[in-house]
């Protein structure tokens, strides 16, 4: 007979790392943690001394879980999408390392720009890539879950990989460069400085704003001209711009009446800010804290850039 104590300790030290893997997979954390109840429920029904390596079942429970997920969303799109997804991926948005909550966050996050690219992947090739090349997964645990070879596996994780390294999905690691760039980018578009705005972004600047399902698939900008003209237009003396940490990189957190209405991600490369993502769903952005931390003065400005359709 298990003991569901020892059972109900030993799931709990594998619950982030599957709740991580749950949202690299899924770039929902919600559908993440549905996935990692799922796992729990059936370990309820699996005689849990049987099982010589938990942590690994586990991982295969939540990557199923997900793998279905995934081809639903796959059957749901009626033709593929090039850098726009249905939705944007939630983002973890953290004001401060320094407790342990934010730090928890901050260790769950992941590029949004490289969340956005493992959406534009197959459910196959997604999962093959987040386990083996994000989490070590062996290639011959990863093949039983797909279904396939781990010869076939392999090739799945090496067309992902590709694509991957096709995108710019990383801002670049100088934290401090990156906070100078996205303040700059504020401070042009308050001054509506059309110049210094080019300035601030890479030529071919990517910003995609989701407002949610009511507002239909994610708003997409291209280009320098398009996207500074836009965050022109958007200056709104009444929004508050306030520094975060989203998914780890330099972003904001946009309030307006002490009400949270768009979370900001960018992804700045050489200097020059490559993507932008803005999220204004209000049901998702609920949990985001509209009040600051203890300490941390505002932040005044108005908003470069809304999300959904203006």
Same mark, same amino acid.
Request: charged share 30%.
């Given at each position: 007979m298990q003991d569901d104590d020892v059972?109900? =300790?030993? @799931?709990?030290?594998?619950?982030?790392?599957?709740?991580?893997?749950a949202y690299r997979m899924l770039g929902s954390a919600t559908e993440a943690?549905?996935?990692?109840?799922?796992a /729990?429920?059936? +370990?309820?029904?699996?005689?849990?001394?049987?099982?010589?390596?938990?942590?690994? /079942?586990l991982t295969t429970v939540v990557s199923r879980v997900c793998l279905n997920v995934l081809r639903a969303r796959a059957v749901r799109r009626a033709e593929p999408l090039d850098d726009v997804v249905?939705?944007?991926?939630?983002?973890?948005?953290?004001?401060?390392?320094?407790?342990? #909550?934010?730090?928890?966050? +901050?260790?769950?996050?992941?590029?949004l720009a490289l969340l956005v690219v493992l959406d534009s992947l197959t459910p196959a090739e997604r999962l093959a890539f987040v386990l083996h090349?994000?989490?070590?997964?062996?290639?011959? *645990?990863?093949?039983?879950?797909? *279904?396939?070879?781990?010869?076939?596996? =392999?090739?799945?994780a090496s067309r992902a990989r590709?694509?991957?390294?096709?995108?710019?999905?990383?801002?670049?690691? !100088?934290?401090?460069?990156?906070?100078?760039?996205?303040?700059?980018?504020?401070?042009?578009?308050?001054?509506?400085? @059309? !110049?210094?705005?080019?300035?601030? +972004?890479?030529? !071919?600047v990517v910003v995609r704003a989701d407002a949610g399902p009511r507002a239909g698939l994610p708003v997409v900008v291209r280009g320098a001209a398009g996207v500074a003209a836009r965050a022109s237009s958007f200056a709104d003396p009444a929004r508050v711009v306030v520094p975060a940490l989203v998914n780890g990189d330099a972003g904001v957190v946009i309030t307006k009446a002490d009400r949270?209405?768009?979370?900001? #991600? @960018?992804?700045?490369?050489?200097?020059r800010i490559v993507e932008?993502?803005? +999220?204004?769903?209000? *049901?998702?952005?609920?949990?985001?804290? #509209?009040?600051?931390p203890t300490g941390r003065p505002d932040t005044a400005g108005p908003t470069g850039l809304a999300g959904g359709r203006g």
């Open positions: 059972i109900t =300790r030993r @799931f709990e030290e594998h619950r982030s790392e599957l709740r991580s893997v943690d549905d996935a990692v109840q799922e /729990w429920l059936r +370990l309820q029904r699996t005689d849990a001394t049987d099982l010589d390596n938990l942590g690994a /079942w249905e939705r944007l991926p939630d983002m973890v948005v953290s004001f401060d390392v320094d407790g342990p #909550a934010d730090a928890a966050a +901050l260790a769950d996050s992941v590029g090349d994000m989490f070590g997964v062996p290639f011959d *645990e990863i093949a039983p879950v797909l *279904e396939r070879s781990e010869a076939a596996t =392999r090739q799945l590709r694509r991957v390294r096709g995108a710019p999905v990383t801002s670049d690691r !100088d934290l401090g460069r990156q906070r100078e760039v996205v303040d700059a980018f504020f401070a042009a578009a308050r001054d509506g400085d @059309f !110049d210094r705005l080019v300035g601030v +972004l890479h030529p !071919d949270v209405v768009t979370v900001m #991600a @960018f992804t700045v490369v050489d200097g932008i993502d803005s +999220l204004a769903d209000p *049901e998702r952005l609920a949990s985001v804290p #509209a009040a600051l």
